[in-house]
């Protein structure tokens, strides 16, 4: 270990008072490291007491070197600032490069004010203005200025306050806008508007039609077909939403089905919500000969066929009786239309002499 | 099952697949010339009329779109157009429809057991 006395000499003393500063630091450093190490090792109750003596003592001691080793050291530095100089001379005697010095040009003098209200093209307007007008150039400048000022002040005091329409300053604004009109520039010589003869009306309604308009063709405007088909169908299908209240669940679903009559009914009936089919005899789906009687002719290709035909519909039970006449009324069109070729190949007999335009004889 | 279809997602239709909207649409045109086809193969498949009259139904016949035939509707499933394995009755995929039976959703399906 190094002694810990100061008195040592002059050219070390930077470096030892450091060490030594560093090692007292760390001494005591270690010195509390153990203290505390004890401290934790002392858990009872009883010894805490005499170690919180024991460490307000250990406290004091080190403030006290502490102050100690600030006291040397300063006098130390004091001592040094006479030496250093002596020992380190600032100027170097080493010959380095240095940078040439120029002569800067000369700037013109630029605006001393930096207001923070009026921009500085007003400042510089200000300024040339009081330059060219009148002698007492500062005078003028500073009044300018002032008044510039004014005027900014007034704008944000206006700006952050609510506006309140200021009826003097109406009044005002009104009899200088009347007085602008009243000293009005009169227009210039320009071309006179073609002036027509005043027209004498004297009865609006007894006059005849001019008939300008007589052979005017006005363009239809092309109704209104917009593009858009399915912005249409959903608009539509809004408005029916709109109207309509669909069911919200299941219950509300049924009992608008029940309602509707789409449910079934128990006992199971078959034929539920075939009235108007069972009103209809079986006579009609059966006997459809009467059908054929009009047109069909009685022999022949024609008349085997048609009978091929009724036979099947009327052992057709899916049919209503409309939809069964249907069937044989487009046979009979279809034949018809094709009554020529019938006729050559021999399936009607040719009667050209007989009157009645049925194919029947 | 009540999400079965999803009607949040942007969508052109609201069918389960193309497919499905392809059997539809040949179901419509089937009911559609329904008639037509039934009178034109009527007058194509006889022996009875003259051969002209045969040759102008066979020809009406062809003029019906092919989509318009019977044959070419397939029974999908109504959920999910599986076009195999569909339970007639319910019109349902066998998956779905045991399914639903698990979850108690069709009525008179019970497990079997005997």
Redesign the interface.
Known sequence: MFPTSMATSIRNTKMLLRRAFSIKRNEILARNLCFTRTLNANEDQDKSKKVVEEKKNKAELKEAKQKEAKAKLNMLLESMSKTTQKAYPSESKLSLATPKIRAKPAKPVKQPVFNTKIEPEMLQAVEDVSNMLSKEKEALKNSLIAKLEDVADESERARLEPFKPNKQKTEDLNSLLNTLKVDGKKPKNKSPAPKLAPVKIEDIYSAQPSGIFSKAHFIEESSAVSGLATWDMLYEKELELAVTHPPANGFQQMIQWTKQGKVWQFPIDNEQGLDEEAQVGFHEHVFLEPHLKPWCPRRGPVRHFMELVVVGLSKNPYLTVEQKKEHINWFRDFFEAKRSILIDTGAIPDITTKSSPSLST | MTNAVKLNQPVRNNWTDWRMMKDNRRRKLLVQYA?DR??AK??KK?D??????IE?GTKMLAEIPRDASLTRVRNRCAITSRPRGVVTRWRLSRIVWRSLADYNKLSGVQRAMW
């Open positions: 008639p039934v009178r009527a007058l006889n009875v009329l003259p051969a002209e009259i102008i």
